[in-house]
């Protein structure tokens, strides 16, 4: 209806009334006048008849009331909001029946549904357990990072070292100075970093997350493992939470704190990529580090982020932040800590005033490629040219010369030198180890009793 004065839309029937219609004769037109009289002559009068009789007169017909005509409701303009409020209310009810009943379809209580958990089966030995599992929210992850970040930022420093070095055409010192970072251990001052922050400094500057700069001292290091302890002379500090790298898997959230290319406290997010990597880090000197049982992962490293830590989802330390893998030497998204079940054994010897013990079976060699295993027509296509046994260690014990092949460690086969290095230090002094290799065509099998390596070898 378009409007409310009585007005019909375009092609409607218009209103009846004295308004003249086309072909209604009972009205007059345009112009009018007295209808036209015509005469015509009258007719012979005819001859009178007999009288009749006169007929009864008929009785009126009765009047008949006019049928009663529905009252017409006057549609007001508002009465579409009935409609839509009906629209609304039919499916907010249908929303619910689909809720509750959907669920109960697929087996899922609808109240665990709307708590956060639903019920799942595992099927084990014929048996079928219930167990639950969290619905984790898609921005579950950011405030997940945020409260992580809460926590551990208090328990990591920034390092500042100066150091000295010759290395120019006149052989004069000249002063240098690198930043790296650290995680507070214990809250006597005891500090967890990388040995190649702190390797050759002289002065050592620790600032807390307050701001406040204290003079550091470095209690010892371990090369190899490339972990280092530094004190200072403060105590109630916030010691960090140790967590257990054991239990780390691939795909799980973790969080770095440190202070890449000097901003302090940054904090990165990402995934563990990969557990138990082998990396050759360059340290001073012409020597190579090569760590192993490294964690992997793609939160956001670049260089000062070096002793920090890494956290897991509930801010424990998992991993102190080693080195990064860069052909542009910024963040590429594949950097490396050194576990902290490690890290913390290392460190626990270097406070308590031990030797940090390293086992080793006294070889040196080299990756055994295709190419160079068919250029030298050798036995097999991967494994460790052994190039150097050294005289009395357990590997001359048990008859390996030089120009073997080790082939497999413990029934794992070897496909690099690392592997070896790697299969050497999962193990602890006195351990058993089961060395597989080849001595010209042959195959053979020894047993090895792993030594404490001599403090004259270098590193293998």
């Known amino acids: 209806m378009n409007g409310s004065g009585g007005q019909l839309p375009p092609g409607g029937d218009p209103p009846r009334g004295n308004t003249p219609m086309p072909g209604d004769y009972s009205a007059p037109g345009r112009g009018e006048q007295a209808p036209l009289t015509t005469e015509f002559p009258a007719a012979p009068a005819a001859p009178p008849a007999a009288a009749m009789p006169p007929e009864p007169p008929i009785p009126p017909a009765p009047e008949i009331p006019p049928a009663p005509q529905p009252k017409q409701k006057k549609e007001r303009g508002g009465g579409g909001w009935r409609l839509w409020l009906v629209a609304i209310i039919s499916g907010v009810v249908a929303a619910l029946l689909i809720l509750l009943l959907m669920p109960a379809i697929f087996g899922v209580n609808p109240y665990d549904l709307v708590r956060g958990k639903v019920s799942n089966q595992v099927t084990t030995g014929g048996k079928t357990v219930k167990g639950s599992s969290s619905v984790i929210s898609p921005t579950g992850g950011a405030s997940d990072v945020s409260g992580v970040a809460r926590k551990v930022t208090p328990s990591v420093v920034n390092i500042n070292v100066k150091s000295t ?132 992962t793609d939160a956001p490293i670049n260089p000062g982020n070096s002793g920090g830590a890494l956290c897991d989802g509930s801010a424990r330390l998992i991993g102190i932040n080693a080195l990064i893998a860069s052909e542009s030497g910024g963040s590429e998204g594949i950097g490396f800590a050194i576990p902290i079940n490690n890290a913390a054994q290392v460190a626990d010897d270097i406070i308590a005033g031990r030797p940090v013990s390293h086992p080793y079976i006294g070889v040196m060699g080299q990756t055994v490629t295709q190419s160079v295993a068919s250029q030298y027509n050798l036995p097999v296509y991967q494994g460790a040219y052994v190039t150097q046994v050294v005289p009395g260690s357990p590997a001359a014990k048990a008859g390996i010369k030089t120009g073997d092949i080790i082939d497999a460690i413990d029934g794992k086969p070897v496909k690099s030198m690392d592997d070896v290095v790697a299969g050497v230090r999962s193990h602890q002094v006195g351990d058993k180890m089961t060395v597989t290799y080849y001595q010209g065509s042959s195959k053979k099998t020894v047993d090895l009793t792993l030594a404490e390596k001599p403090t004259t070898v270098p590193q293998q």
């Open 165 to 296: 070095t010759s290395a120019n055409p006149f052989m004069l010192e000249t002063p240098q100075e690198g930043t790296g970072s650290g995680v507070i251990y214990s809250s006597g001052g005891y500090i967890i970093t990388n040995n190649h922050v702190i390797e050759g400094a002289q002065d050592i500057t620790v600032t807390l997350a307050s701001g406040e700069e204290l003079k550091g001292k470095k209690v010892g290091a371990d090369p190899e493992n490339d972990i280092a302890v530094v004190k200072i002379d403060k105590t109630g500090l916030p010691a960090i939470t140790v967590g257990n790298s054991d239990n780390l898997v691939v795909g799980q959230l973790v969080v770095a704190v440190g202070s890449p290319l000097g901003f302090e406290q940054t904090v990165t997010a990402g995934i563990i990529s990969a557990l138990h990597r082998v990396v050759g880090a360059s340290s001073t000197g012409t020597s190579t580090t090569v760590l192993t049982d490294l964690i992997q």
